[in-house]
């Protein structure tokens, strides 16, 4: 038995040893079995939560290589089924692939082998022991931070204008020889909690979010930590909304607001808001950075936008111009901070602007141009229309539909070929099982005449299915190259006519497949400030499935499969 293994440790809190204590258990139990380890298939995932498989790419090539042509490893080793995942869904449909190509599953500790009978009933009561200890320590964690929460202590992580201090319990120590930590409280840092200050007292005297940003990345003010999808740290409208709403600046802790929960799709934790009737609330007078009346001076500023929008709707949700989405929205990036180019100014229809969000709200950017949206539109359409319309460009569209018509066609023949060639071998296997029931029956002394004529006619069929064996080969599927010319035309006109419409979703599902982005470069021509754009664009079907749906959209009906009238008889 060739194995594999497969370690995981969950988080930073762990020891990075614990990985080689896994596989050493491992190479233990194969030892006593009698089994080989095979060296390249030796694999872990560190400081990676179980909840979910998304992310694990030791995992996840160990799966692949289990679903290759040549099989590496007969079986794949864990110490213990949690290594493998913490959800049982997840635990099950790992074994169950693992096994439909032949690969067994082994958990050391809790001698738990697929191969067994009994494996299923035993993994799935692993597997709900393993999912209820993420529940339970979910619980345990969350009730523990309302309890430092009521003390007046830290729960969260870090907050601007704040660092945390441990509490340490000097009659305690922890595994590695440090005092305990019993808690964190919040101390303010000066420095900071001065520009936190000034941040409020700005808006409360009618300066915008944009301009605030602007402002403080102009002047080198050290901003909060960057998130993930962010590629420069720098103050933004988004950090500053937080801060003007966050209460702990005057002195209220507001707990439970949110609470964690992962994608399914993305293996990500997210957060969802709590209703307000479980938000835990305590003052915490040490924690105050501003006075009452700046705090009520930003709220009333917020009350007045907030009600002047209300009463100017465009829509739903109180969409306003700026969150429109149009043909272009999402497909325009700026060439020197790759920041996608949004609606940044404008209130009449044919006046809204693109621009640059790291310029015009951050100023971390240089490109200050800004373009009308009308005017990009029509050119950008002028000049993909022309494209399309291009007899060049006819060709290769022409040239790429019969490519892929073609391949297409071609796997359609291999599958009727061998679909019918394995209904004529089914059909002559019956027809001779048949054949010897009748001829046993003549052994016997049944009915001579009418025996010996269902006989003669069972061997004559026998003999056509032979020969159609013979001389089965795929066949011809074609479509004549004028029909195909002639769609493919139609189709360039259709791309043309949809880029016009006034179906601005659909519209903009043709450019998000056939253009992807387009590079926004400002730049000078005759002195003015143009934006130079560039990019991928190809209008050509993009695959084999997408080509069949078009034809059968187009009324074009697939060929015939060879042998379509065989019927089988009882």
């Given at each position: 038995?060739r194995c594999a293994?497969y370690?995981?440790?969950?988080?930073?809190?762990q020891r990075?040893s614990?990985?080689?204590d896994?596989i050493?258990?491992?190479?233990?139990?194969?030892?006593?079995?009698?089994?080989?380890i095979?060296?390249q298939?030796?694999?872990?995932?560190?400081?990676?939560s179980?909840?979910?498989t998304?992310?694990r790419s030791?995992?996840d090539?160990l799966?692949?290589?289990?679903e290759g042509?040549?099989?590496s490893?007969?079986?794949?080793l864990v110490?213990?089924t949690?290594?493998?995942a913490?959800n049982?869904?997840d635990?099950?449909?790992?074994?169950?692939?693992l096994?439909?190509?032949?690969?067994?599953?082994c958990?050391?500790?809790?001698?738990l082998?697929?191969?067994?009978?009994?494996?299923?009933?035993?993994?799935?009561?692993?597997?709900?022991?393993?999912?209820q200890?993420?529940?339970g320590?979910?619980?345990?964690?969350?009730?523990g931070?309302?309890?430092?929460?009521?003390?007046g202590?830290?729960?969260?992580g870090r907050?601007y204008?704040?660092r945390?201090?441990?509490?340490e319990?000097p009659?305690?120590?922890?595994?590695?020889g440090?005092?305990?930590?019993?808690?964190?409280r919040?101390?303010?840092k000066?420095d900071?909690?001065?520009?936190?200050?000034?941040?409020?007292?700005s808006y409360?005297?009618g300066?915008?979010l944009?301009?605030?940003?602007k402002?403080?990345?102009?002047?080198?003010?050290?901003?909060?930590?960057t998130p993930?999808?962010?590629?420069?740290?720098?103050?933004c409208?988004?950090?500053?909304?937080?801060?003007?709403?966050?209460?702990?600046?005057?002195?209220?802790s507001?707990?439970?607001?949110?609470?964690?929960?992962?994608?399914?799709?993305?293996?990500?934790?997210?957060?969802?808001?709590?209703?307000e009737?479980?938000?835990?609330r305590?003052?915490?007078?040490?924690?105050r950075?501003?006075?009452?009346?700046?705090?009520?001076?930003?709220?009333?500023?917020?009350?007045?936008?907030?009600d002047?929008?209300?009463?100017?709707?465009?829509?739903?949700?109180?969409?306003?111009?700026?969150?429109?989405t149009?043909?272009?929205?999402?497909?325009l990036?700026?060439s020197?901070?790759?920041a996608?180019?949004?609606i940044?100014?404008?209130?009449?229809r044919?006046?809204?602007?693109?621009?640059?969000p790291?310029?015009?709200?951050?100023?971390v950017c240089e490109?200050?141009l800004?373009?009308?949206?009308?005017?990009?539109?029509?050119?950008?359409?002028?000049?993909?229309?022309?494209k399309i319309l291009?007899?060049d460009m006819?060709?290769?569209?022409?040239?790429?539909?019969?490519?892929?018509?073609?391949?297409?066609i071609?796997?359609?023949?291999?599958?009727?070929h061998v679909?019918?060639?394995?209904?004529?071998?089914?059909?002559?296997?019956?027809?001779?099982?048949?054949a010897?029931r009748?001829?046993?029956?003549?052994?016997?002394?049944?009915?001579?005449?009418?025996?010996i004529?269902?006989?003669k006619?069972?061997?004559?069929e026998?003999?056509q299915?032979?020969?159609q064996?013979?001389?089965?080969r795929?066949?011809e599927?074609?479509?004549?190259?004028?029909?195909?010319?002639?769609?493919?035309l139609?189709?360039v006109l259709?791309?043309?006519?949809?880029?016009?419409s006034?179906?601005?979703?659909?519209a903009?599902l043709?450019?998000?497949k056939?253009?992807?982005?387009l590079?926004?470069t400002?730049t000078?021509k005759?002195?003015?400030?143009?934006y130079?754009?560039?990019?991928?664009?190809?209008?050509a079907?993009?695959g084999g499935?997408?080509?069949?749906?078009?034809?059968?959209?187009?009324?074009?009906?697939?060929?015939?499969?060879?042998?379509?009238?065989?019927?089988?008889?009882n």
């Amino acid at each position: 038995m060739r194995c594999a293994i497969y370690a995981r440790y969950s988080s930073d809190l762990q020891r990075d040893s614990s990985i080689d204590d896994q596989i050493r258990q491992c190479r233990d139990y194969a030892r006593v079995k009698g089994w080989s380890i095979v060296e390249q298939f030796v694999r872990s995932d560190r400081a990676i939560s179980a909840g979910s498989t998304i992310g694990r790419s030791s995992l996840d090539k160990l799966l692949k290589d289990a679903e290759g042509h040549t099989r590496s490893f007969d079986c794949l080793l864990v110490d213990d089924t949690s290594r493998l995942a913490r959800n049982l869904e997840d635990s099950l449909r790992i074994v169950k692939t693992l096994d439909f190509f032949g690969v067994k599953f082994c958990s050391v500790s809790q001698n738990l082998n697929s191969g067994d009978k009994s494996s299923r009933s035993l993994l799935t009561l692993h597997g709900m022991m393993d999912e209820q200890f993420l529940v339970g320590l979910a619980e345990k964690v969350h009730r523990g931070q309302e309890g430092q929460v009521r003390k007046g202590l830290q729960a969260g992580g870090r907050c601007y204008g704040y660092r945390n201090v441990p509490i340490e319990d000097p009659t305690r120590v922890e595994k590695y020889g440090r005092p305990a930590v019993i808690g964190v409280r919040l101390e303010i840092k000066d420095d900071e909690a001065e520009i936190v200050r000034r941040i409020f007292d700005s808006y409360a005297d009618g300066m915008g979010l944009a301009r605030i940003a602007k402002m403080l990345n102009g002047e080198g003010v050290p901003a909060p930590q960057t998130p993930r999808t962010r590629e420069r740290r720098a103050w933004c409208i988004s950090s500053l909304h937080e801060m003007l709403r966050n209460e702990r600046y005057r002195g209220v802790s507001v707990w439970n607001r949110t609470e964690k929960k992962r994608s399914p799709k993305t293996g990500r934790k997210v957060s969802r808001p709590r209703p307000e009737s479980e938000w835990v609330r305590a003052d915490a007078p040490a924690w105050r950075i501003v006075t009452d009346e700046q705090w009520a001076a930003v709220v009333a500023r917020i009350r007045s936008f907030r009600d002047a929008l209300s009463s100017n709707v465009v829509g739903g949700m109180n969409r306003t111009p700026q969150s429109c989405t149009y043909l272009f929205s999402g497909l325009l990036t700026c060439s020197i901070c790759n920041a996608r180019l949004v609606i940044i100014g404008g209130g009449k229809r044919g006046y809204i602007k693109y621009g640059c969000p790291s310029h015009r709200y951050k100023g971390v950017c240089e490109n200050r141009l800004t373009i009308r949206r009308d005017r990009l539109e029509a050119q950008l359409l002028d000049v993909l229309e022309r494209k399309i319309l291009r007899s060049d460009m006819a060709d290769y569209l022409v040239t790429r539909f019969e490519e892929q018509l073609n391949r297409r066609i071609r796997e359609w023949e291999r599958e009727d070929h061998v679909s019918a060639r394995a209904g004529l071998i089914k059909r002559r296997d019956e027809l001779k099982t048949r054949a010897a029931r009748v001829s046993q029956a003549i052994a016997e002394g049944g009915s001579m005449e009418s025996l010996i004529a269902c006989l003669k006619e069972l061997e004559s069929e026998i003999t056509q299915v032979s020969r159609q064996l013979e001389t089965n080969r795929p066949v011809e599927m074609t479509f004549t190259s004028a029909n195909v010319r002639q769609f493919a035309l139609e189709r360039v006109l259709h791309l043309r006519d949809m880029l016009h419409s006034e179906n601005i979703p659909a519209a903009r599902l043709v450019l998000q497949k056939h253009i992807g982005r387009l590079i926004m470069t400002p730049t000078l021509k005759e002195g003015k400030p143009v934006y130079e754009v560039s990019g991928k664009v190809d209008f050509a079907p993009t695959g084999g499935k997408d080509v069949m749906e078009m034809v059968a959209r187009e009324g074009l009906e697939p060929p015939t499969p060879a042998f379509s009238g065989l019927r089988s008889t009882n």
